[in-house]
């Protein structure tokens, strides 16, 4: 029967990036992955942000194939009737190196998948893995297809819904609280018109994010990414929001009131959309991970949890890529000692714990929490467009003069609420 | 309906293989009840309908399993399976 020194379950970017690194420094490594090619099922919003893991892989940055950079950074309050925008540019996005870029999942995790096997990582697609082999309290394999393959150590990279750690004892189902489903569109869409439209030149790219009315005032939000020569365009909006009874958004319906909107309908005109894709989302930041390892396994990826959003920027890409490296260099030490079980594992905590990962998950720890509050996405999107309505308007007869304008909508009460919402926000 | 029509075209633009069994099913017996009414809204595929006799059904094509009902519903109603390996939808962009 075979054995191999390591199986990753999953060729996402924290399966690849993990295969890469083992296979870099000669370790025998099998990746699994239940998708006709890798990449077939992995979705994102898509922006990668690349500073954080450039120096984990020096070699792979130059040729990827990344959509665009982005240049133009939006975000926009969403009324029911009306919408404030602001877009931030600034020369540090425009010089090189690039902080993000727009990526196509399909396309750049099958392109990654190829440089692993390059350094001599075994893909095998279509491959589905149905459970682990456990043995005396150890995680000593898999179960794919009938058939059983043993390892030293396993690292699950299966994505979101974290199955096999599910399976290993790790963790138990997830709560809805701490997932949201996003749903999008790929738009496909001429790159001068793209560029025309988004005020943009060659590669440079423009990242949006909406708030309000794109997820009807609920915890999510809408979002608008250029590829080269498509608009990755979609919605998120947190489950805990689809169980409320009465109030439950109509998801599908949700993309499509999206698209519909003035903002956005002349942004996309004349596109034709070429996928239509759904995922779902770990929001749930620190004290919502799971265990990230146990005798014989580690977890990388959405699978550990590995995603955050903080509003500003919503990211889950670098976490994965770094989280899979950290999880190759815990088995390079490992395999020196010569023991996988969990004591000798256990410096992948040490590892995340002193990158941005753990990091950034234990200074946003607050950040699901602040995310909750409905006033964020129900109340100030409607308040400041209206702020901005009676400040704009010039009706027939005599303008009201500003600040009696102002205080009709920033009554007492409502300075009262916005300093608790501020006061709040400290703890990001 | 003109919706269901358009989530249809929608569909109908991803690649899907087929698998020769439905990974999620409804568990026998579970079909009315509660906890599966708010994937009737939240399938970002639409494959879940309610009968006239008030029972929740639930179609295969079309899975872009994203996971959505096993968080919403649980799998106390829910037996719930990615599709076999190279089987399900293949996202070409992603």
Known sequence: MDKFEVIVVGAGLAGLASAYTLAGAGCEVLVLERGEYPGAKNVSGGRLYVNPVRDLFPDLWEKAPLERFI???????MAAERSVHLNYSGRELREEPYQSYSVLR?????????RAEEKG???????RVDDVIKEKGKIAGVLAGGEELRAEVI????????LIPERSGLRCAGLPRDYAVGVKEVIALAAGTINERFHLEGDEGAAGLYVGEASKGRFGGGFLYTNKDSISLGIVVGIQALLEDGRALDVPALLDDFKS?????????GGTTVEYAAHVIPEGGFNALGNLWGDGILVAGDAAGFALNIGFTVRGMEYALASGYLAARTILKAKEAGRFDADTLAVYKMLLEDSFVLKDFRNFQAAPALMENPRLFNHYPEMIAGLLRDIYAVPAGTKQRLYPTLRKTVTLGEMWSLGKDLKAMMKL | MNQERQLKAKLGLDVFKPATVPPIRIKPGMQRDPRLRPALKACPAGLYTENAGGEVLLAADGCLECGTCRLLCGTEVLEWAYPEGGAGVQYRFG
Not at chain 1, 106 to 114: G, I, V
């Open chain 1, 71 to 77: 240049v133009h950074e939006g975000i926009t309050l």
């Open chain 1, 106 to 114: 399909s396309k750049f995790d099958r392109w990654l998948a190829e």
């Open chain 1, 121 to 127: 990582a075994t893909i095998l697609t279509g491959v």
């Open chain 1, 155 to 162: 690292v699950a990279c299966d994505g979101v819904l974290s």
């Open chain 1, 261 to 269: 909107r003035p903002e956005i309908d002349r942004l996309i005109k």
